[in-house]
């Protein structure tokens, strides 16, 4: 059968088989399930929280179709009493989550679901499908806008993120974190994101000229022809576009930018610009791409080459470096009774939580605190009700808001934060109480 | 706008330009373009070729719809004469492919699409998005299988794989590449690949009583209960399953299995058998899960761990210790006349190409020729005509199919290729034909 992304089958089998026995038991009462991860990646300082908004969506839309429920019917594995119990299932419970943008550490619940068990547990694979992924991307985004701030970043990583639904979910979570735009089209109709093109190597190839390739280009698109230079040799290339300029320029077409993807990109884009600059070209813009990552922007920066703009692809749109989280959505409490697992090296803190940030000179951020969440504390509460009895609290976040949002958190990072390397963690201390509690549950409620 | 991952705009802007362009000059000659993998990431010693009944599906239904035109149209970006090119633009091409499940090395195409040249030219971004990702999976899941050859592996990466999409496929590659099947509910209704599940640590939790959470699953699955015995004490966990298995026995009720998540599973899964095997339940199987991978998987196996299945997860479905590969889509053919890219470090085989492999003693394979298409070698060719003038020259290749020649692929799989660490690369080399044009056309068609 064709699915969509928003099916409820896109679960993992054992949310439903559990579903059936929660059912077959008469249990539903109300469970809080928190999503966190656990640690860092050796390679990040500090995680940025997306994909809210698409896990609302979900939620709001959550339900089996007719067709989902005769194909479930079709296995053989559910009574038919079960499946007409989900025919009239929907979410009605509460999210209270972090806005997207907010910048998080571990242990720190960023998203926490309140409804029926049922409806609680069944949505955990999904969610965390959504939500792991598009604040892999953020944290490792907003590490190349730290990299770079000053020059605009453009998502080039369609051709290589894992499948659709991660090239526009990747595209849109970097625009948050700070990119500039994506060249994904689909990306930027969805989320209504800057749209940026170039051309590819085979345009140029095509042509047995490379100066008609250019030219042919540049007519076609008078107001924004961002030229390929380095399919043959990259700086007679850029030889070609000044010889090129004065007649476009007379047909009244300027050339906006060249782009350069491979070799010493500093050091052509060094070469690239004096050639333009003395061709008269100084308002044309150099774009650099090719294997870029946060690193290699600031190897860029810190050489000071002369280039505008860069489109980062792969490294960033599968944040190679670190492609997954250990992160968990984990039952905190059950029928108003605190829960806590205590599998080997995979303890968890019990209760339902809140996280108070505390603020420094310039307002930089000078530690959380996590806390039950019926305690309270100075500083700002992070976790927001962000849905209730199924129903948005407020209307979606724009992503043009939590793009500001985030622009002001990593502006308040602290520079152990802010580095690209490993540097002190960031302080995040646990309330007495929660550590309290936790104590107490390991000590009376031990299943027997 | 929402999007169906089938639309014609989930590519990027610079196809769409680039086409506008050869619109504007009249250029539509026939195009040949190849995907190939540059050089294989650090710890891979073969890639398994996979995605190509999604790449074949994606062109059969290519088309703008009208709101998609409309979408492009209110961009301001394309003018109409040229969005009306687009409405009739149908995929008429050839495509020629080496089997989902081959194994392959560098350099060797693996996919060519001949077809007018704004055909060839648009599917760019999606047939590597597909390809790729597949092929990144597939390489990382047969490593899992020739490190536990005899194991039952299922996929358990939904949760962390990068979106929807990303679930779907991985579970597919996977199990193209031998895993046994899947926990995503709508892989296994998508693809038709089993579909295993057992429970989570909510589901225990959620009870004060774990032998009561057991009893109470196993009743609602009475044919098929696989019991997580993790989450506070393993081995006390066991006993437990030891205890309540007479009186299900009593109603007709077997247990199916227990799983472990965490801690030494070696070790652990000793004890447990142990227990459960002196309990008279030694047709009880363990299920292990846990951020499993190939390394891991070998060391189980030469502990002997008694593990009868594997849930791997998110370091396959990432493919975490590579999640991308160097690849790339390239013209090697305009209008007849072969082409070639000479970027510094990027330069590309020119012209259409054959691969053929050399098989040895018991079938064993002994070395890759790559040659001109139109070269004749002894060998196996690998690539296969798959589609022409827009149809299928036969049925899809089932699954079942693709999976049955992936495990012959890795049956004939050298020594060095089958070990999981680095080790002397297989023999691939490319003919004097093919290094011939190359040089000429270096010579002689440089662009002026």
Redesign the interface.
């Known amino acids: 059968?064709?699915?969509?992304?928003d099916?409820a089958?896109?679960?993992?089998?054992?949310?439903?088989?559990?579903l059936?026995?929660?059912?077959?038991?008469g249990?539903n009462e109300t469970?809080s399930?928190e999503l966190f991860v656990r640690a860092l990646p050796m390679q990040r300082n500090f995680m940025m929280a997306a994909g809210l908004e698409q896990v609302l969506d979900y939620l709001e839309r959550l339900r089996f179709t007719a067709d989902e429920l005769s194909?479930l019917s079709k296995?053989g594995?559910f009574p038919t009493p079960f499946l007409r119990s989900l025919e009239h299932l929907r979410f009605t419970g509460d999210v209270d989550a972090m806005r997207e943008g907010t910048v998080f550490f571990p242990d720190e619940p960023i998203i926490r679901i309140t409804a029926p068990?049922r409806e609680a547990?069944l949505v955990?694979?999904?969610i965390?499908?959504?939500a792991?992924?598009e604040t892999?991307v953020a944290s490792k985004a907003a590490r190349c806008v730290l990299a770079a701030p000053d020059k605009l970043l453009v998502d080039?990583g369609?051709?290589?993120?894992?499948?659709?639904?991660?090239?526009?979910?990747?595209a849109r979570a970097a625009y948050m974190a700070g990119f500039g735009g994506t060249?994904?089209?689909?990306a930027?109709?969805?989320f209504d994101i800057p749209?940026?093109?170039?051309?590819?190597?085979?345009?140029v190839?095509?042509?047995?000229?490379?100066?008609l390739a250019f030219e042919?280009?540049a007519?076609?698109?008078p107001a924004?022809a961002t030229l390929l230079i380095?399919?043959?040799d990259t700086e007679a290339a850029a030889r070609k576009v000044v010889a090129l300029a004065p007649l476009l320029a007379r047909d009244g077409i300027a050339i906006h930018g060249v782009r350069i993807?491979?070799?010493d990109l500093a050091e052509h884009a060094r070469r690239v610009r004096r050639i333009l600059d003395e061709g008269g070209l100084s308002a044309v813009t150099i774009f650099a791409s090719g294997n870029l990552d946060e690193y290699r922007l600031r190897r860029l920066m810190a050489d000071q080459a002369p280039i505008d703009a860069f489109g980062v692809g792969?490294?960033m749109n599968?944040?190679?470096d670190a492609?997954?989280?250990d992160?968990a959505?984990?039952?905190v409490d059950?029928?108003g009774?605190p829960?806590?697992?205590?599998?080997?090296?995979?303890a968890t803190w019990p209760a339902c939580k809140a996280v108070y940030r505390l603020r420094g000179p310039n307002d930089a951020m000078a530690g959380d605190w996590i806390t039950l969440a019926r305690e309270r504390r100075d500083g700002e509460p992070l976790l927001e009700p962000t849905m209730r009895d199924g129903k948005r609290c407020a209307a979606p976040a724009t992503l043009q808001s939590s793009r500001d949002h985030a622009w002001r958190q990593l502006r308040a990072l602290p520079n152990a934060q802010r580095t690209l390397d490993v540097d002190e963690p960031y302080p995040v201390a646990v309330s007495d109480g929660l550590r309290e509690l936790a104590r107490r549950l390991d000590e009376g409620?031990?299943?027997?």
Do not use: I, W
């Open positions: 059968m064709k699915l969509s992304p099916s089958l896109l679960t993992d089998l054992y949310e439903l088989t559990m059936q026995a929660y059912f077959d038991a249990m469970a399930f194909a296995t594995r068990m547990q955990e694979s999904r965390m499908n959504l792991h992924f892999v080039f369609l051709r290589r993120a894992h499948g659709a639904e991660a090239a526009l979910l990747s060249a994904t089209l689909a930027g109709l969805a749209v940026y093109g170039t051309m590819a190597h085979s345009y190839q095509a042509y047995t000229d490379e100066a042919a280009f007519r076609s698109q924004n380095d399919t043959y993807d491979s070799g792969t490294r599968t944040s190679s492609p997954y989280l992160c959505y984990k039952l059950y029928a009774e829960r806590r697992k205590r599998s080997e090296g995979k409620l031990a299943p027997n």
